[in-house]
């Protein structure tokens, strides 16, 4: 009886998918500098940098894995693996993230999404999908489950309760064990250039990150929503809030949404900035904690 390597296509047999290691960098950031054209060799340079740098939970990827083909390296797939904190508890998230492979070797591309995503115990999402690449994600068992967003002026927003907002490096870190692992990863969204602002609201700490972006082709500046406790927290206190990001240069807020937020002022469009997860927790609106746009930047 033949094995299954025997009757494969010679090209086949020669097919390696392995994890990416330190010293395969190099090879990476050439496949996805001539594989995503707009985008430069110091842009991969930084994204392979701040991965290896970023605590991965242990037993998952640092960086990815890549696809050789007679030793020479046709394909790839970035990982970035990620302990997300909340006050109920901590959960393992996966953002598969800028997946290339050379046009001759397509056909085995899917062996790259198979290895990526083989984890029954972890949330996987793709956040940034190329239209052309939506069918394929959903044939690998990926699910929608955010399919538009909010264009919002806050600072519009009237009838918000007195908050004290004050960015995160100028609070003392604290000895609550409940707050201690948010606030970490407030800390580390400011160091990655995002705004974090712990929030005070009577007694409540509510916490915010917004990530500084570009749209409408780099044109408009705008702060992009990535990580709040809930949706309603960001209504709630919008102009407070709308307000203190104006005053930085940016009056516009970009927030994925289910629709037309009543509230807030702005321009929902549906069918924007569609995204998908696979696992055990479906992804809340209003968090896209260490996702490619905070780790990679635009």
């Not at 991965?51 to 939970?57: A, G, I, K, S, V």
């Not at 967003?149 to 960015?167: A, F, M, N």
């Not at 929503?225 to 709630?236: K, T």
Request: glycine fraction near 8%; proline fraction near 8%; aromatic fraction near 8%.
């Amino acid at each position: 009886m033949k094995s299954i390597e025997a009757d494969a296509p010679r090209s086949a047999r020669k097919l390696r998918c392995r994890e990416i290691g330190e010293r395969d960098v190099a090879s990476v950031i050439d496949l996805l500098a001539s594989g995503f054209a707009f985008r430069g060799r110091r842009y991969w340079a930084r994204a392979l940098d701040r991965l290896l740098r970023h605590p991965t939970p242990a037993g998952l990827p640092k960086l990815g894995y890549l696809l050789e083909h007679d030793g020479a390296l046709v394909g790839v797939i970035l990982l970035i693996s990620s302990t997300i904190a909340s006050r109920s508890g901590s959960t393992v998230r996966c953002n598969v993230s800028s997946w290339y492979v050379k046009p001759a070797f397509r056909a085995y591309a899917s062996q790259l999404a198979l290895r990526a995503m083989h984890r029954k115990d972890v949330t996987y999402v793709n956040v940034s999908p190329a239209p052309h690449t939506r069918a394929s994600i959903e044939a690998q068992g990926l699910v929608r489950y955010c399919d538009g967003q909010l264009l919002t002026l806050p600072l519009l927003k009237r009838g918000s309760p007195l908050v004290s907002i004050v960015p995160v490096n100028r609070v003392r870190r604290p000895d609550d064990p409940t707050l201690t692992d948010e606030f970490d990863m407030l800390a580390a969204h400011a160091a990655l250039g995002c705004v974090s602002l712990w929030c005070t609201a009577g007694d409540e700490i509510v916490p915010f990150i917004f990530l500084p972006r570009r749209i409408a082709k780099r044109l408009i500046p705008v702060f992009q929503l990535v990580y709040c406790r809930d949706l309603a927290d960001f209504v709630r206190l919008a102009g407070p809030i709308g307000r203190y990001l104006a005053r930085r240069g940016r009056p516009l807020v970009l927030l994925d949404a289910p629709g037309p937020i009543p509230g807030l002022a702005g321009l929902y469009v549906e069918g924007s900035g569609p995204k998908y997860f696979k696992g055990p927790t479906k992804p809340r609106l209003g968090d896209l904690a260490f996702t490619e746009g905070v780790l990679f930047g635009g």
